[in-house]
């Protein structure tokens, strides 16, 4: 599951809407749609972004955060250790090969780490 996925099924959930009635109206096809709630596909585009907000009636914070999710969504991650350290590049290899095992209080704990690096200013 991916971010998005996981908050596009809660909201669809939450709203009584069959997966089938939300991809009519997104103009998708039911097999898209449950793909990206289960993971199995890439982030939406641009676009389906707007659409979900739209149906559901998201605006503001509500909305950027379904863009937020959309970025963080990706299932397929490459990552290019080039010009980095050797730790860094071995923990990226380790991270790849092991993080299926890690349990879910390590990958908060990981991710708490993460959250309080300065804003990427790119």
Request: glycine share 6%; charged share 20%.
């Amino acid at each position: 599951m991916t971010p998005f996925g996981t908050r596009l099924r809660a909201l669809r959930e939450a709203h009584g809407v069959s997966q089938t009635a939300l991809a009519t109206a997104l103009h998708v096809s039911p097999a898209y749609l449950s793909a990206l709630e289960h993971g199995h596909r890439g982030r939406p585009s641009p676009g389906l972004i707007h659409q979900v907000n739209e149906f559901f009636g998201l605006i503001w914070d509500d909305a950027e955060e379904m863009v937020r999710l959309a970025r963080l969504s990706h299932p397929r991650v490459v990552l290019d250790t080039a010009g980095l350290t050797p730790e860094a590049t071995a923990l990226a290899n380790r991270l790849a090969r092991d993080i299926r095992r890690l349990p879910p209080h390590a990958i908060a704990a990981l991710a708490a780490v993460l959250e309080t690096l300065p804003p990427d200013q790119a």
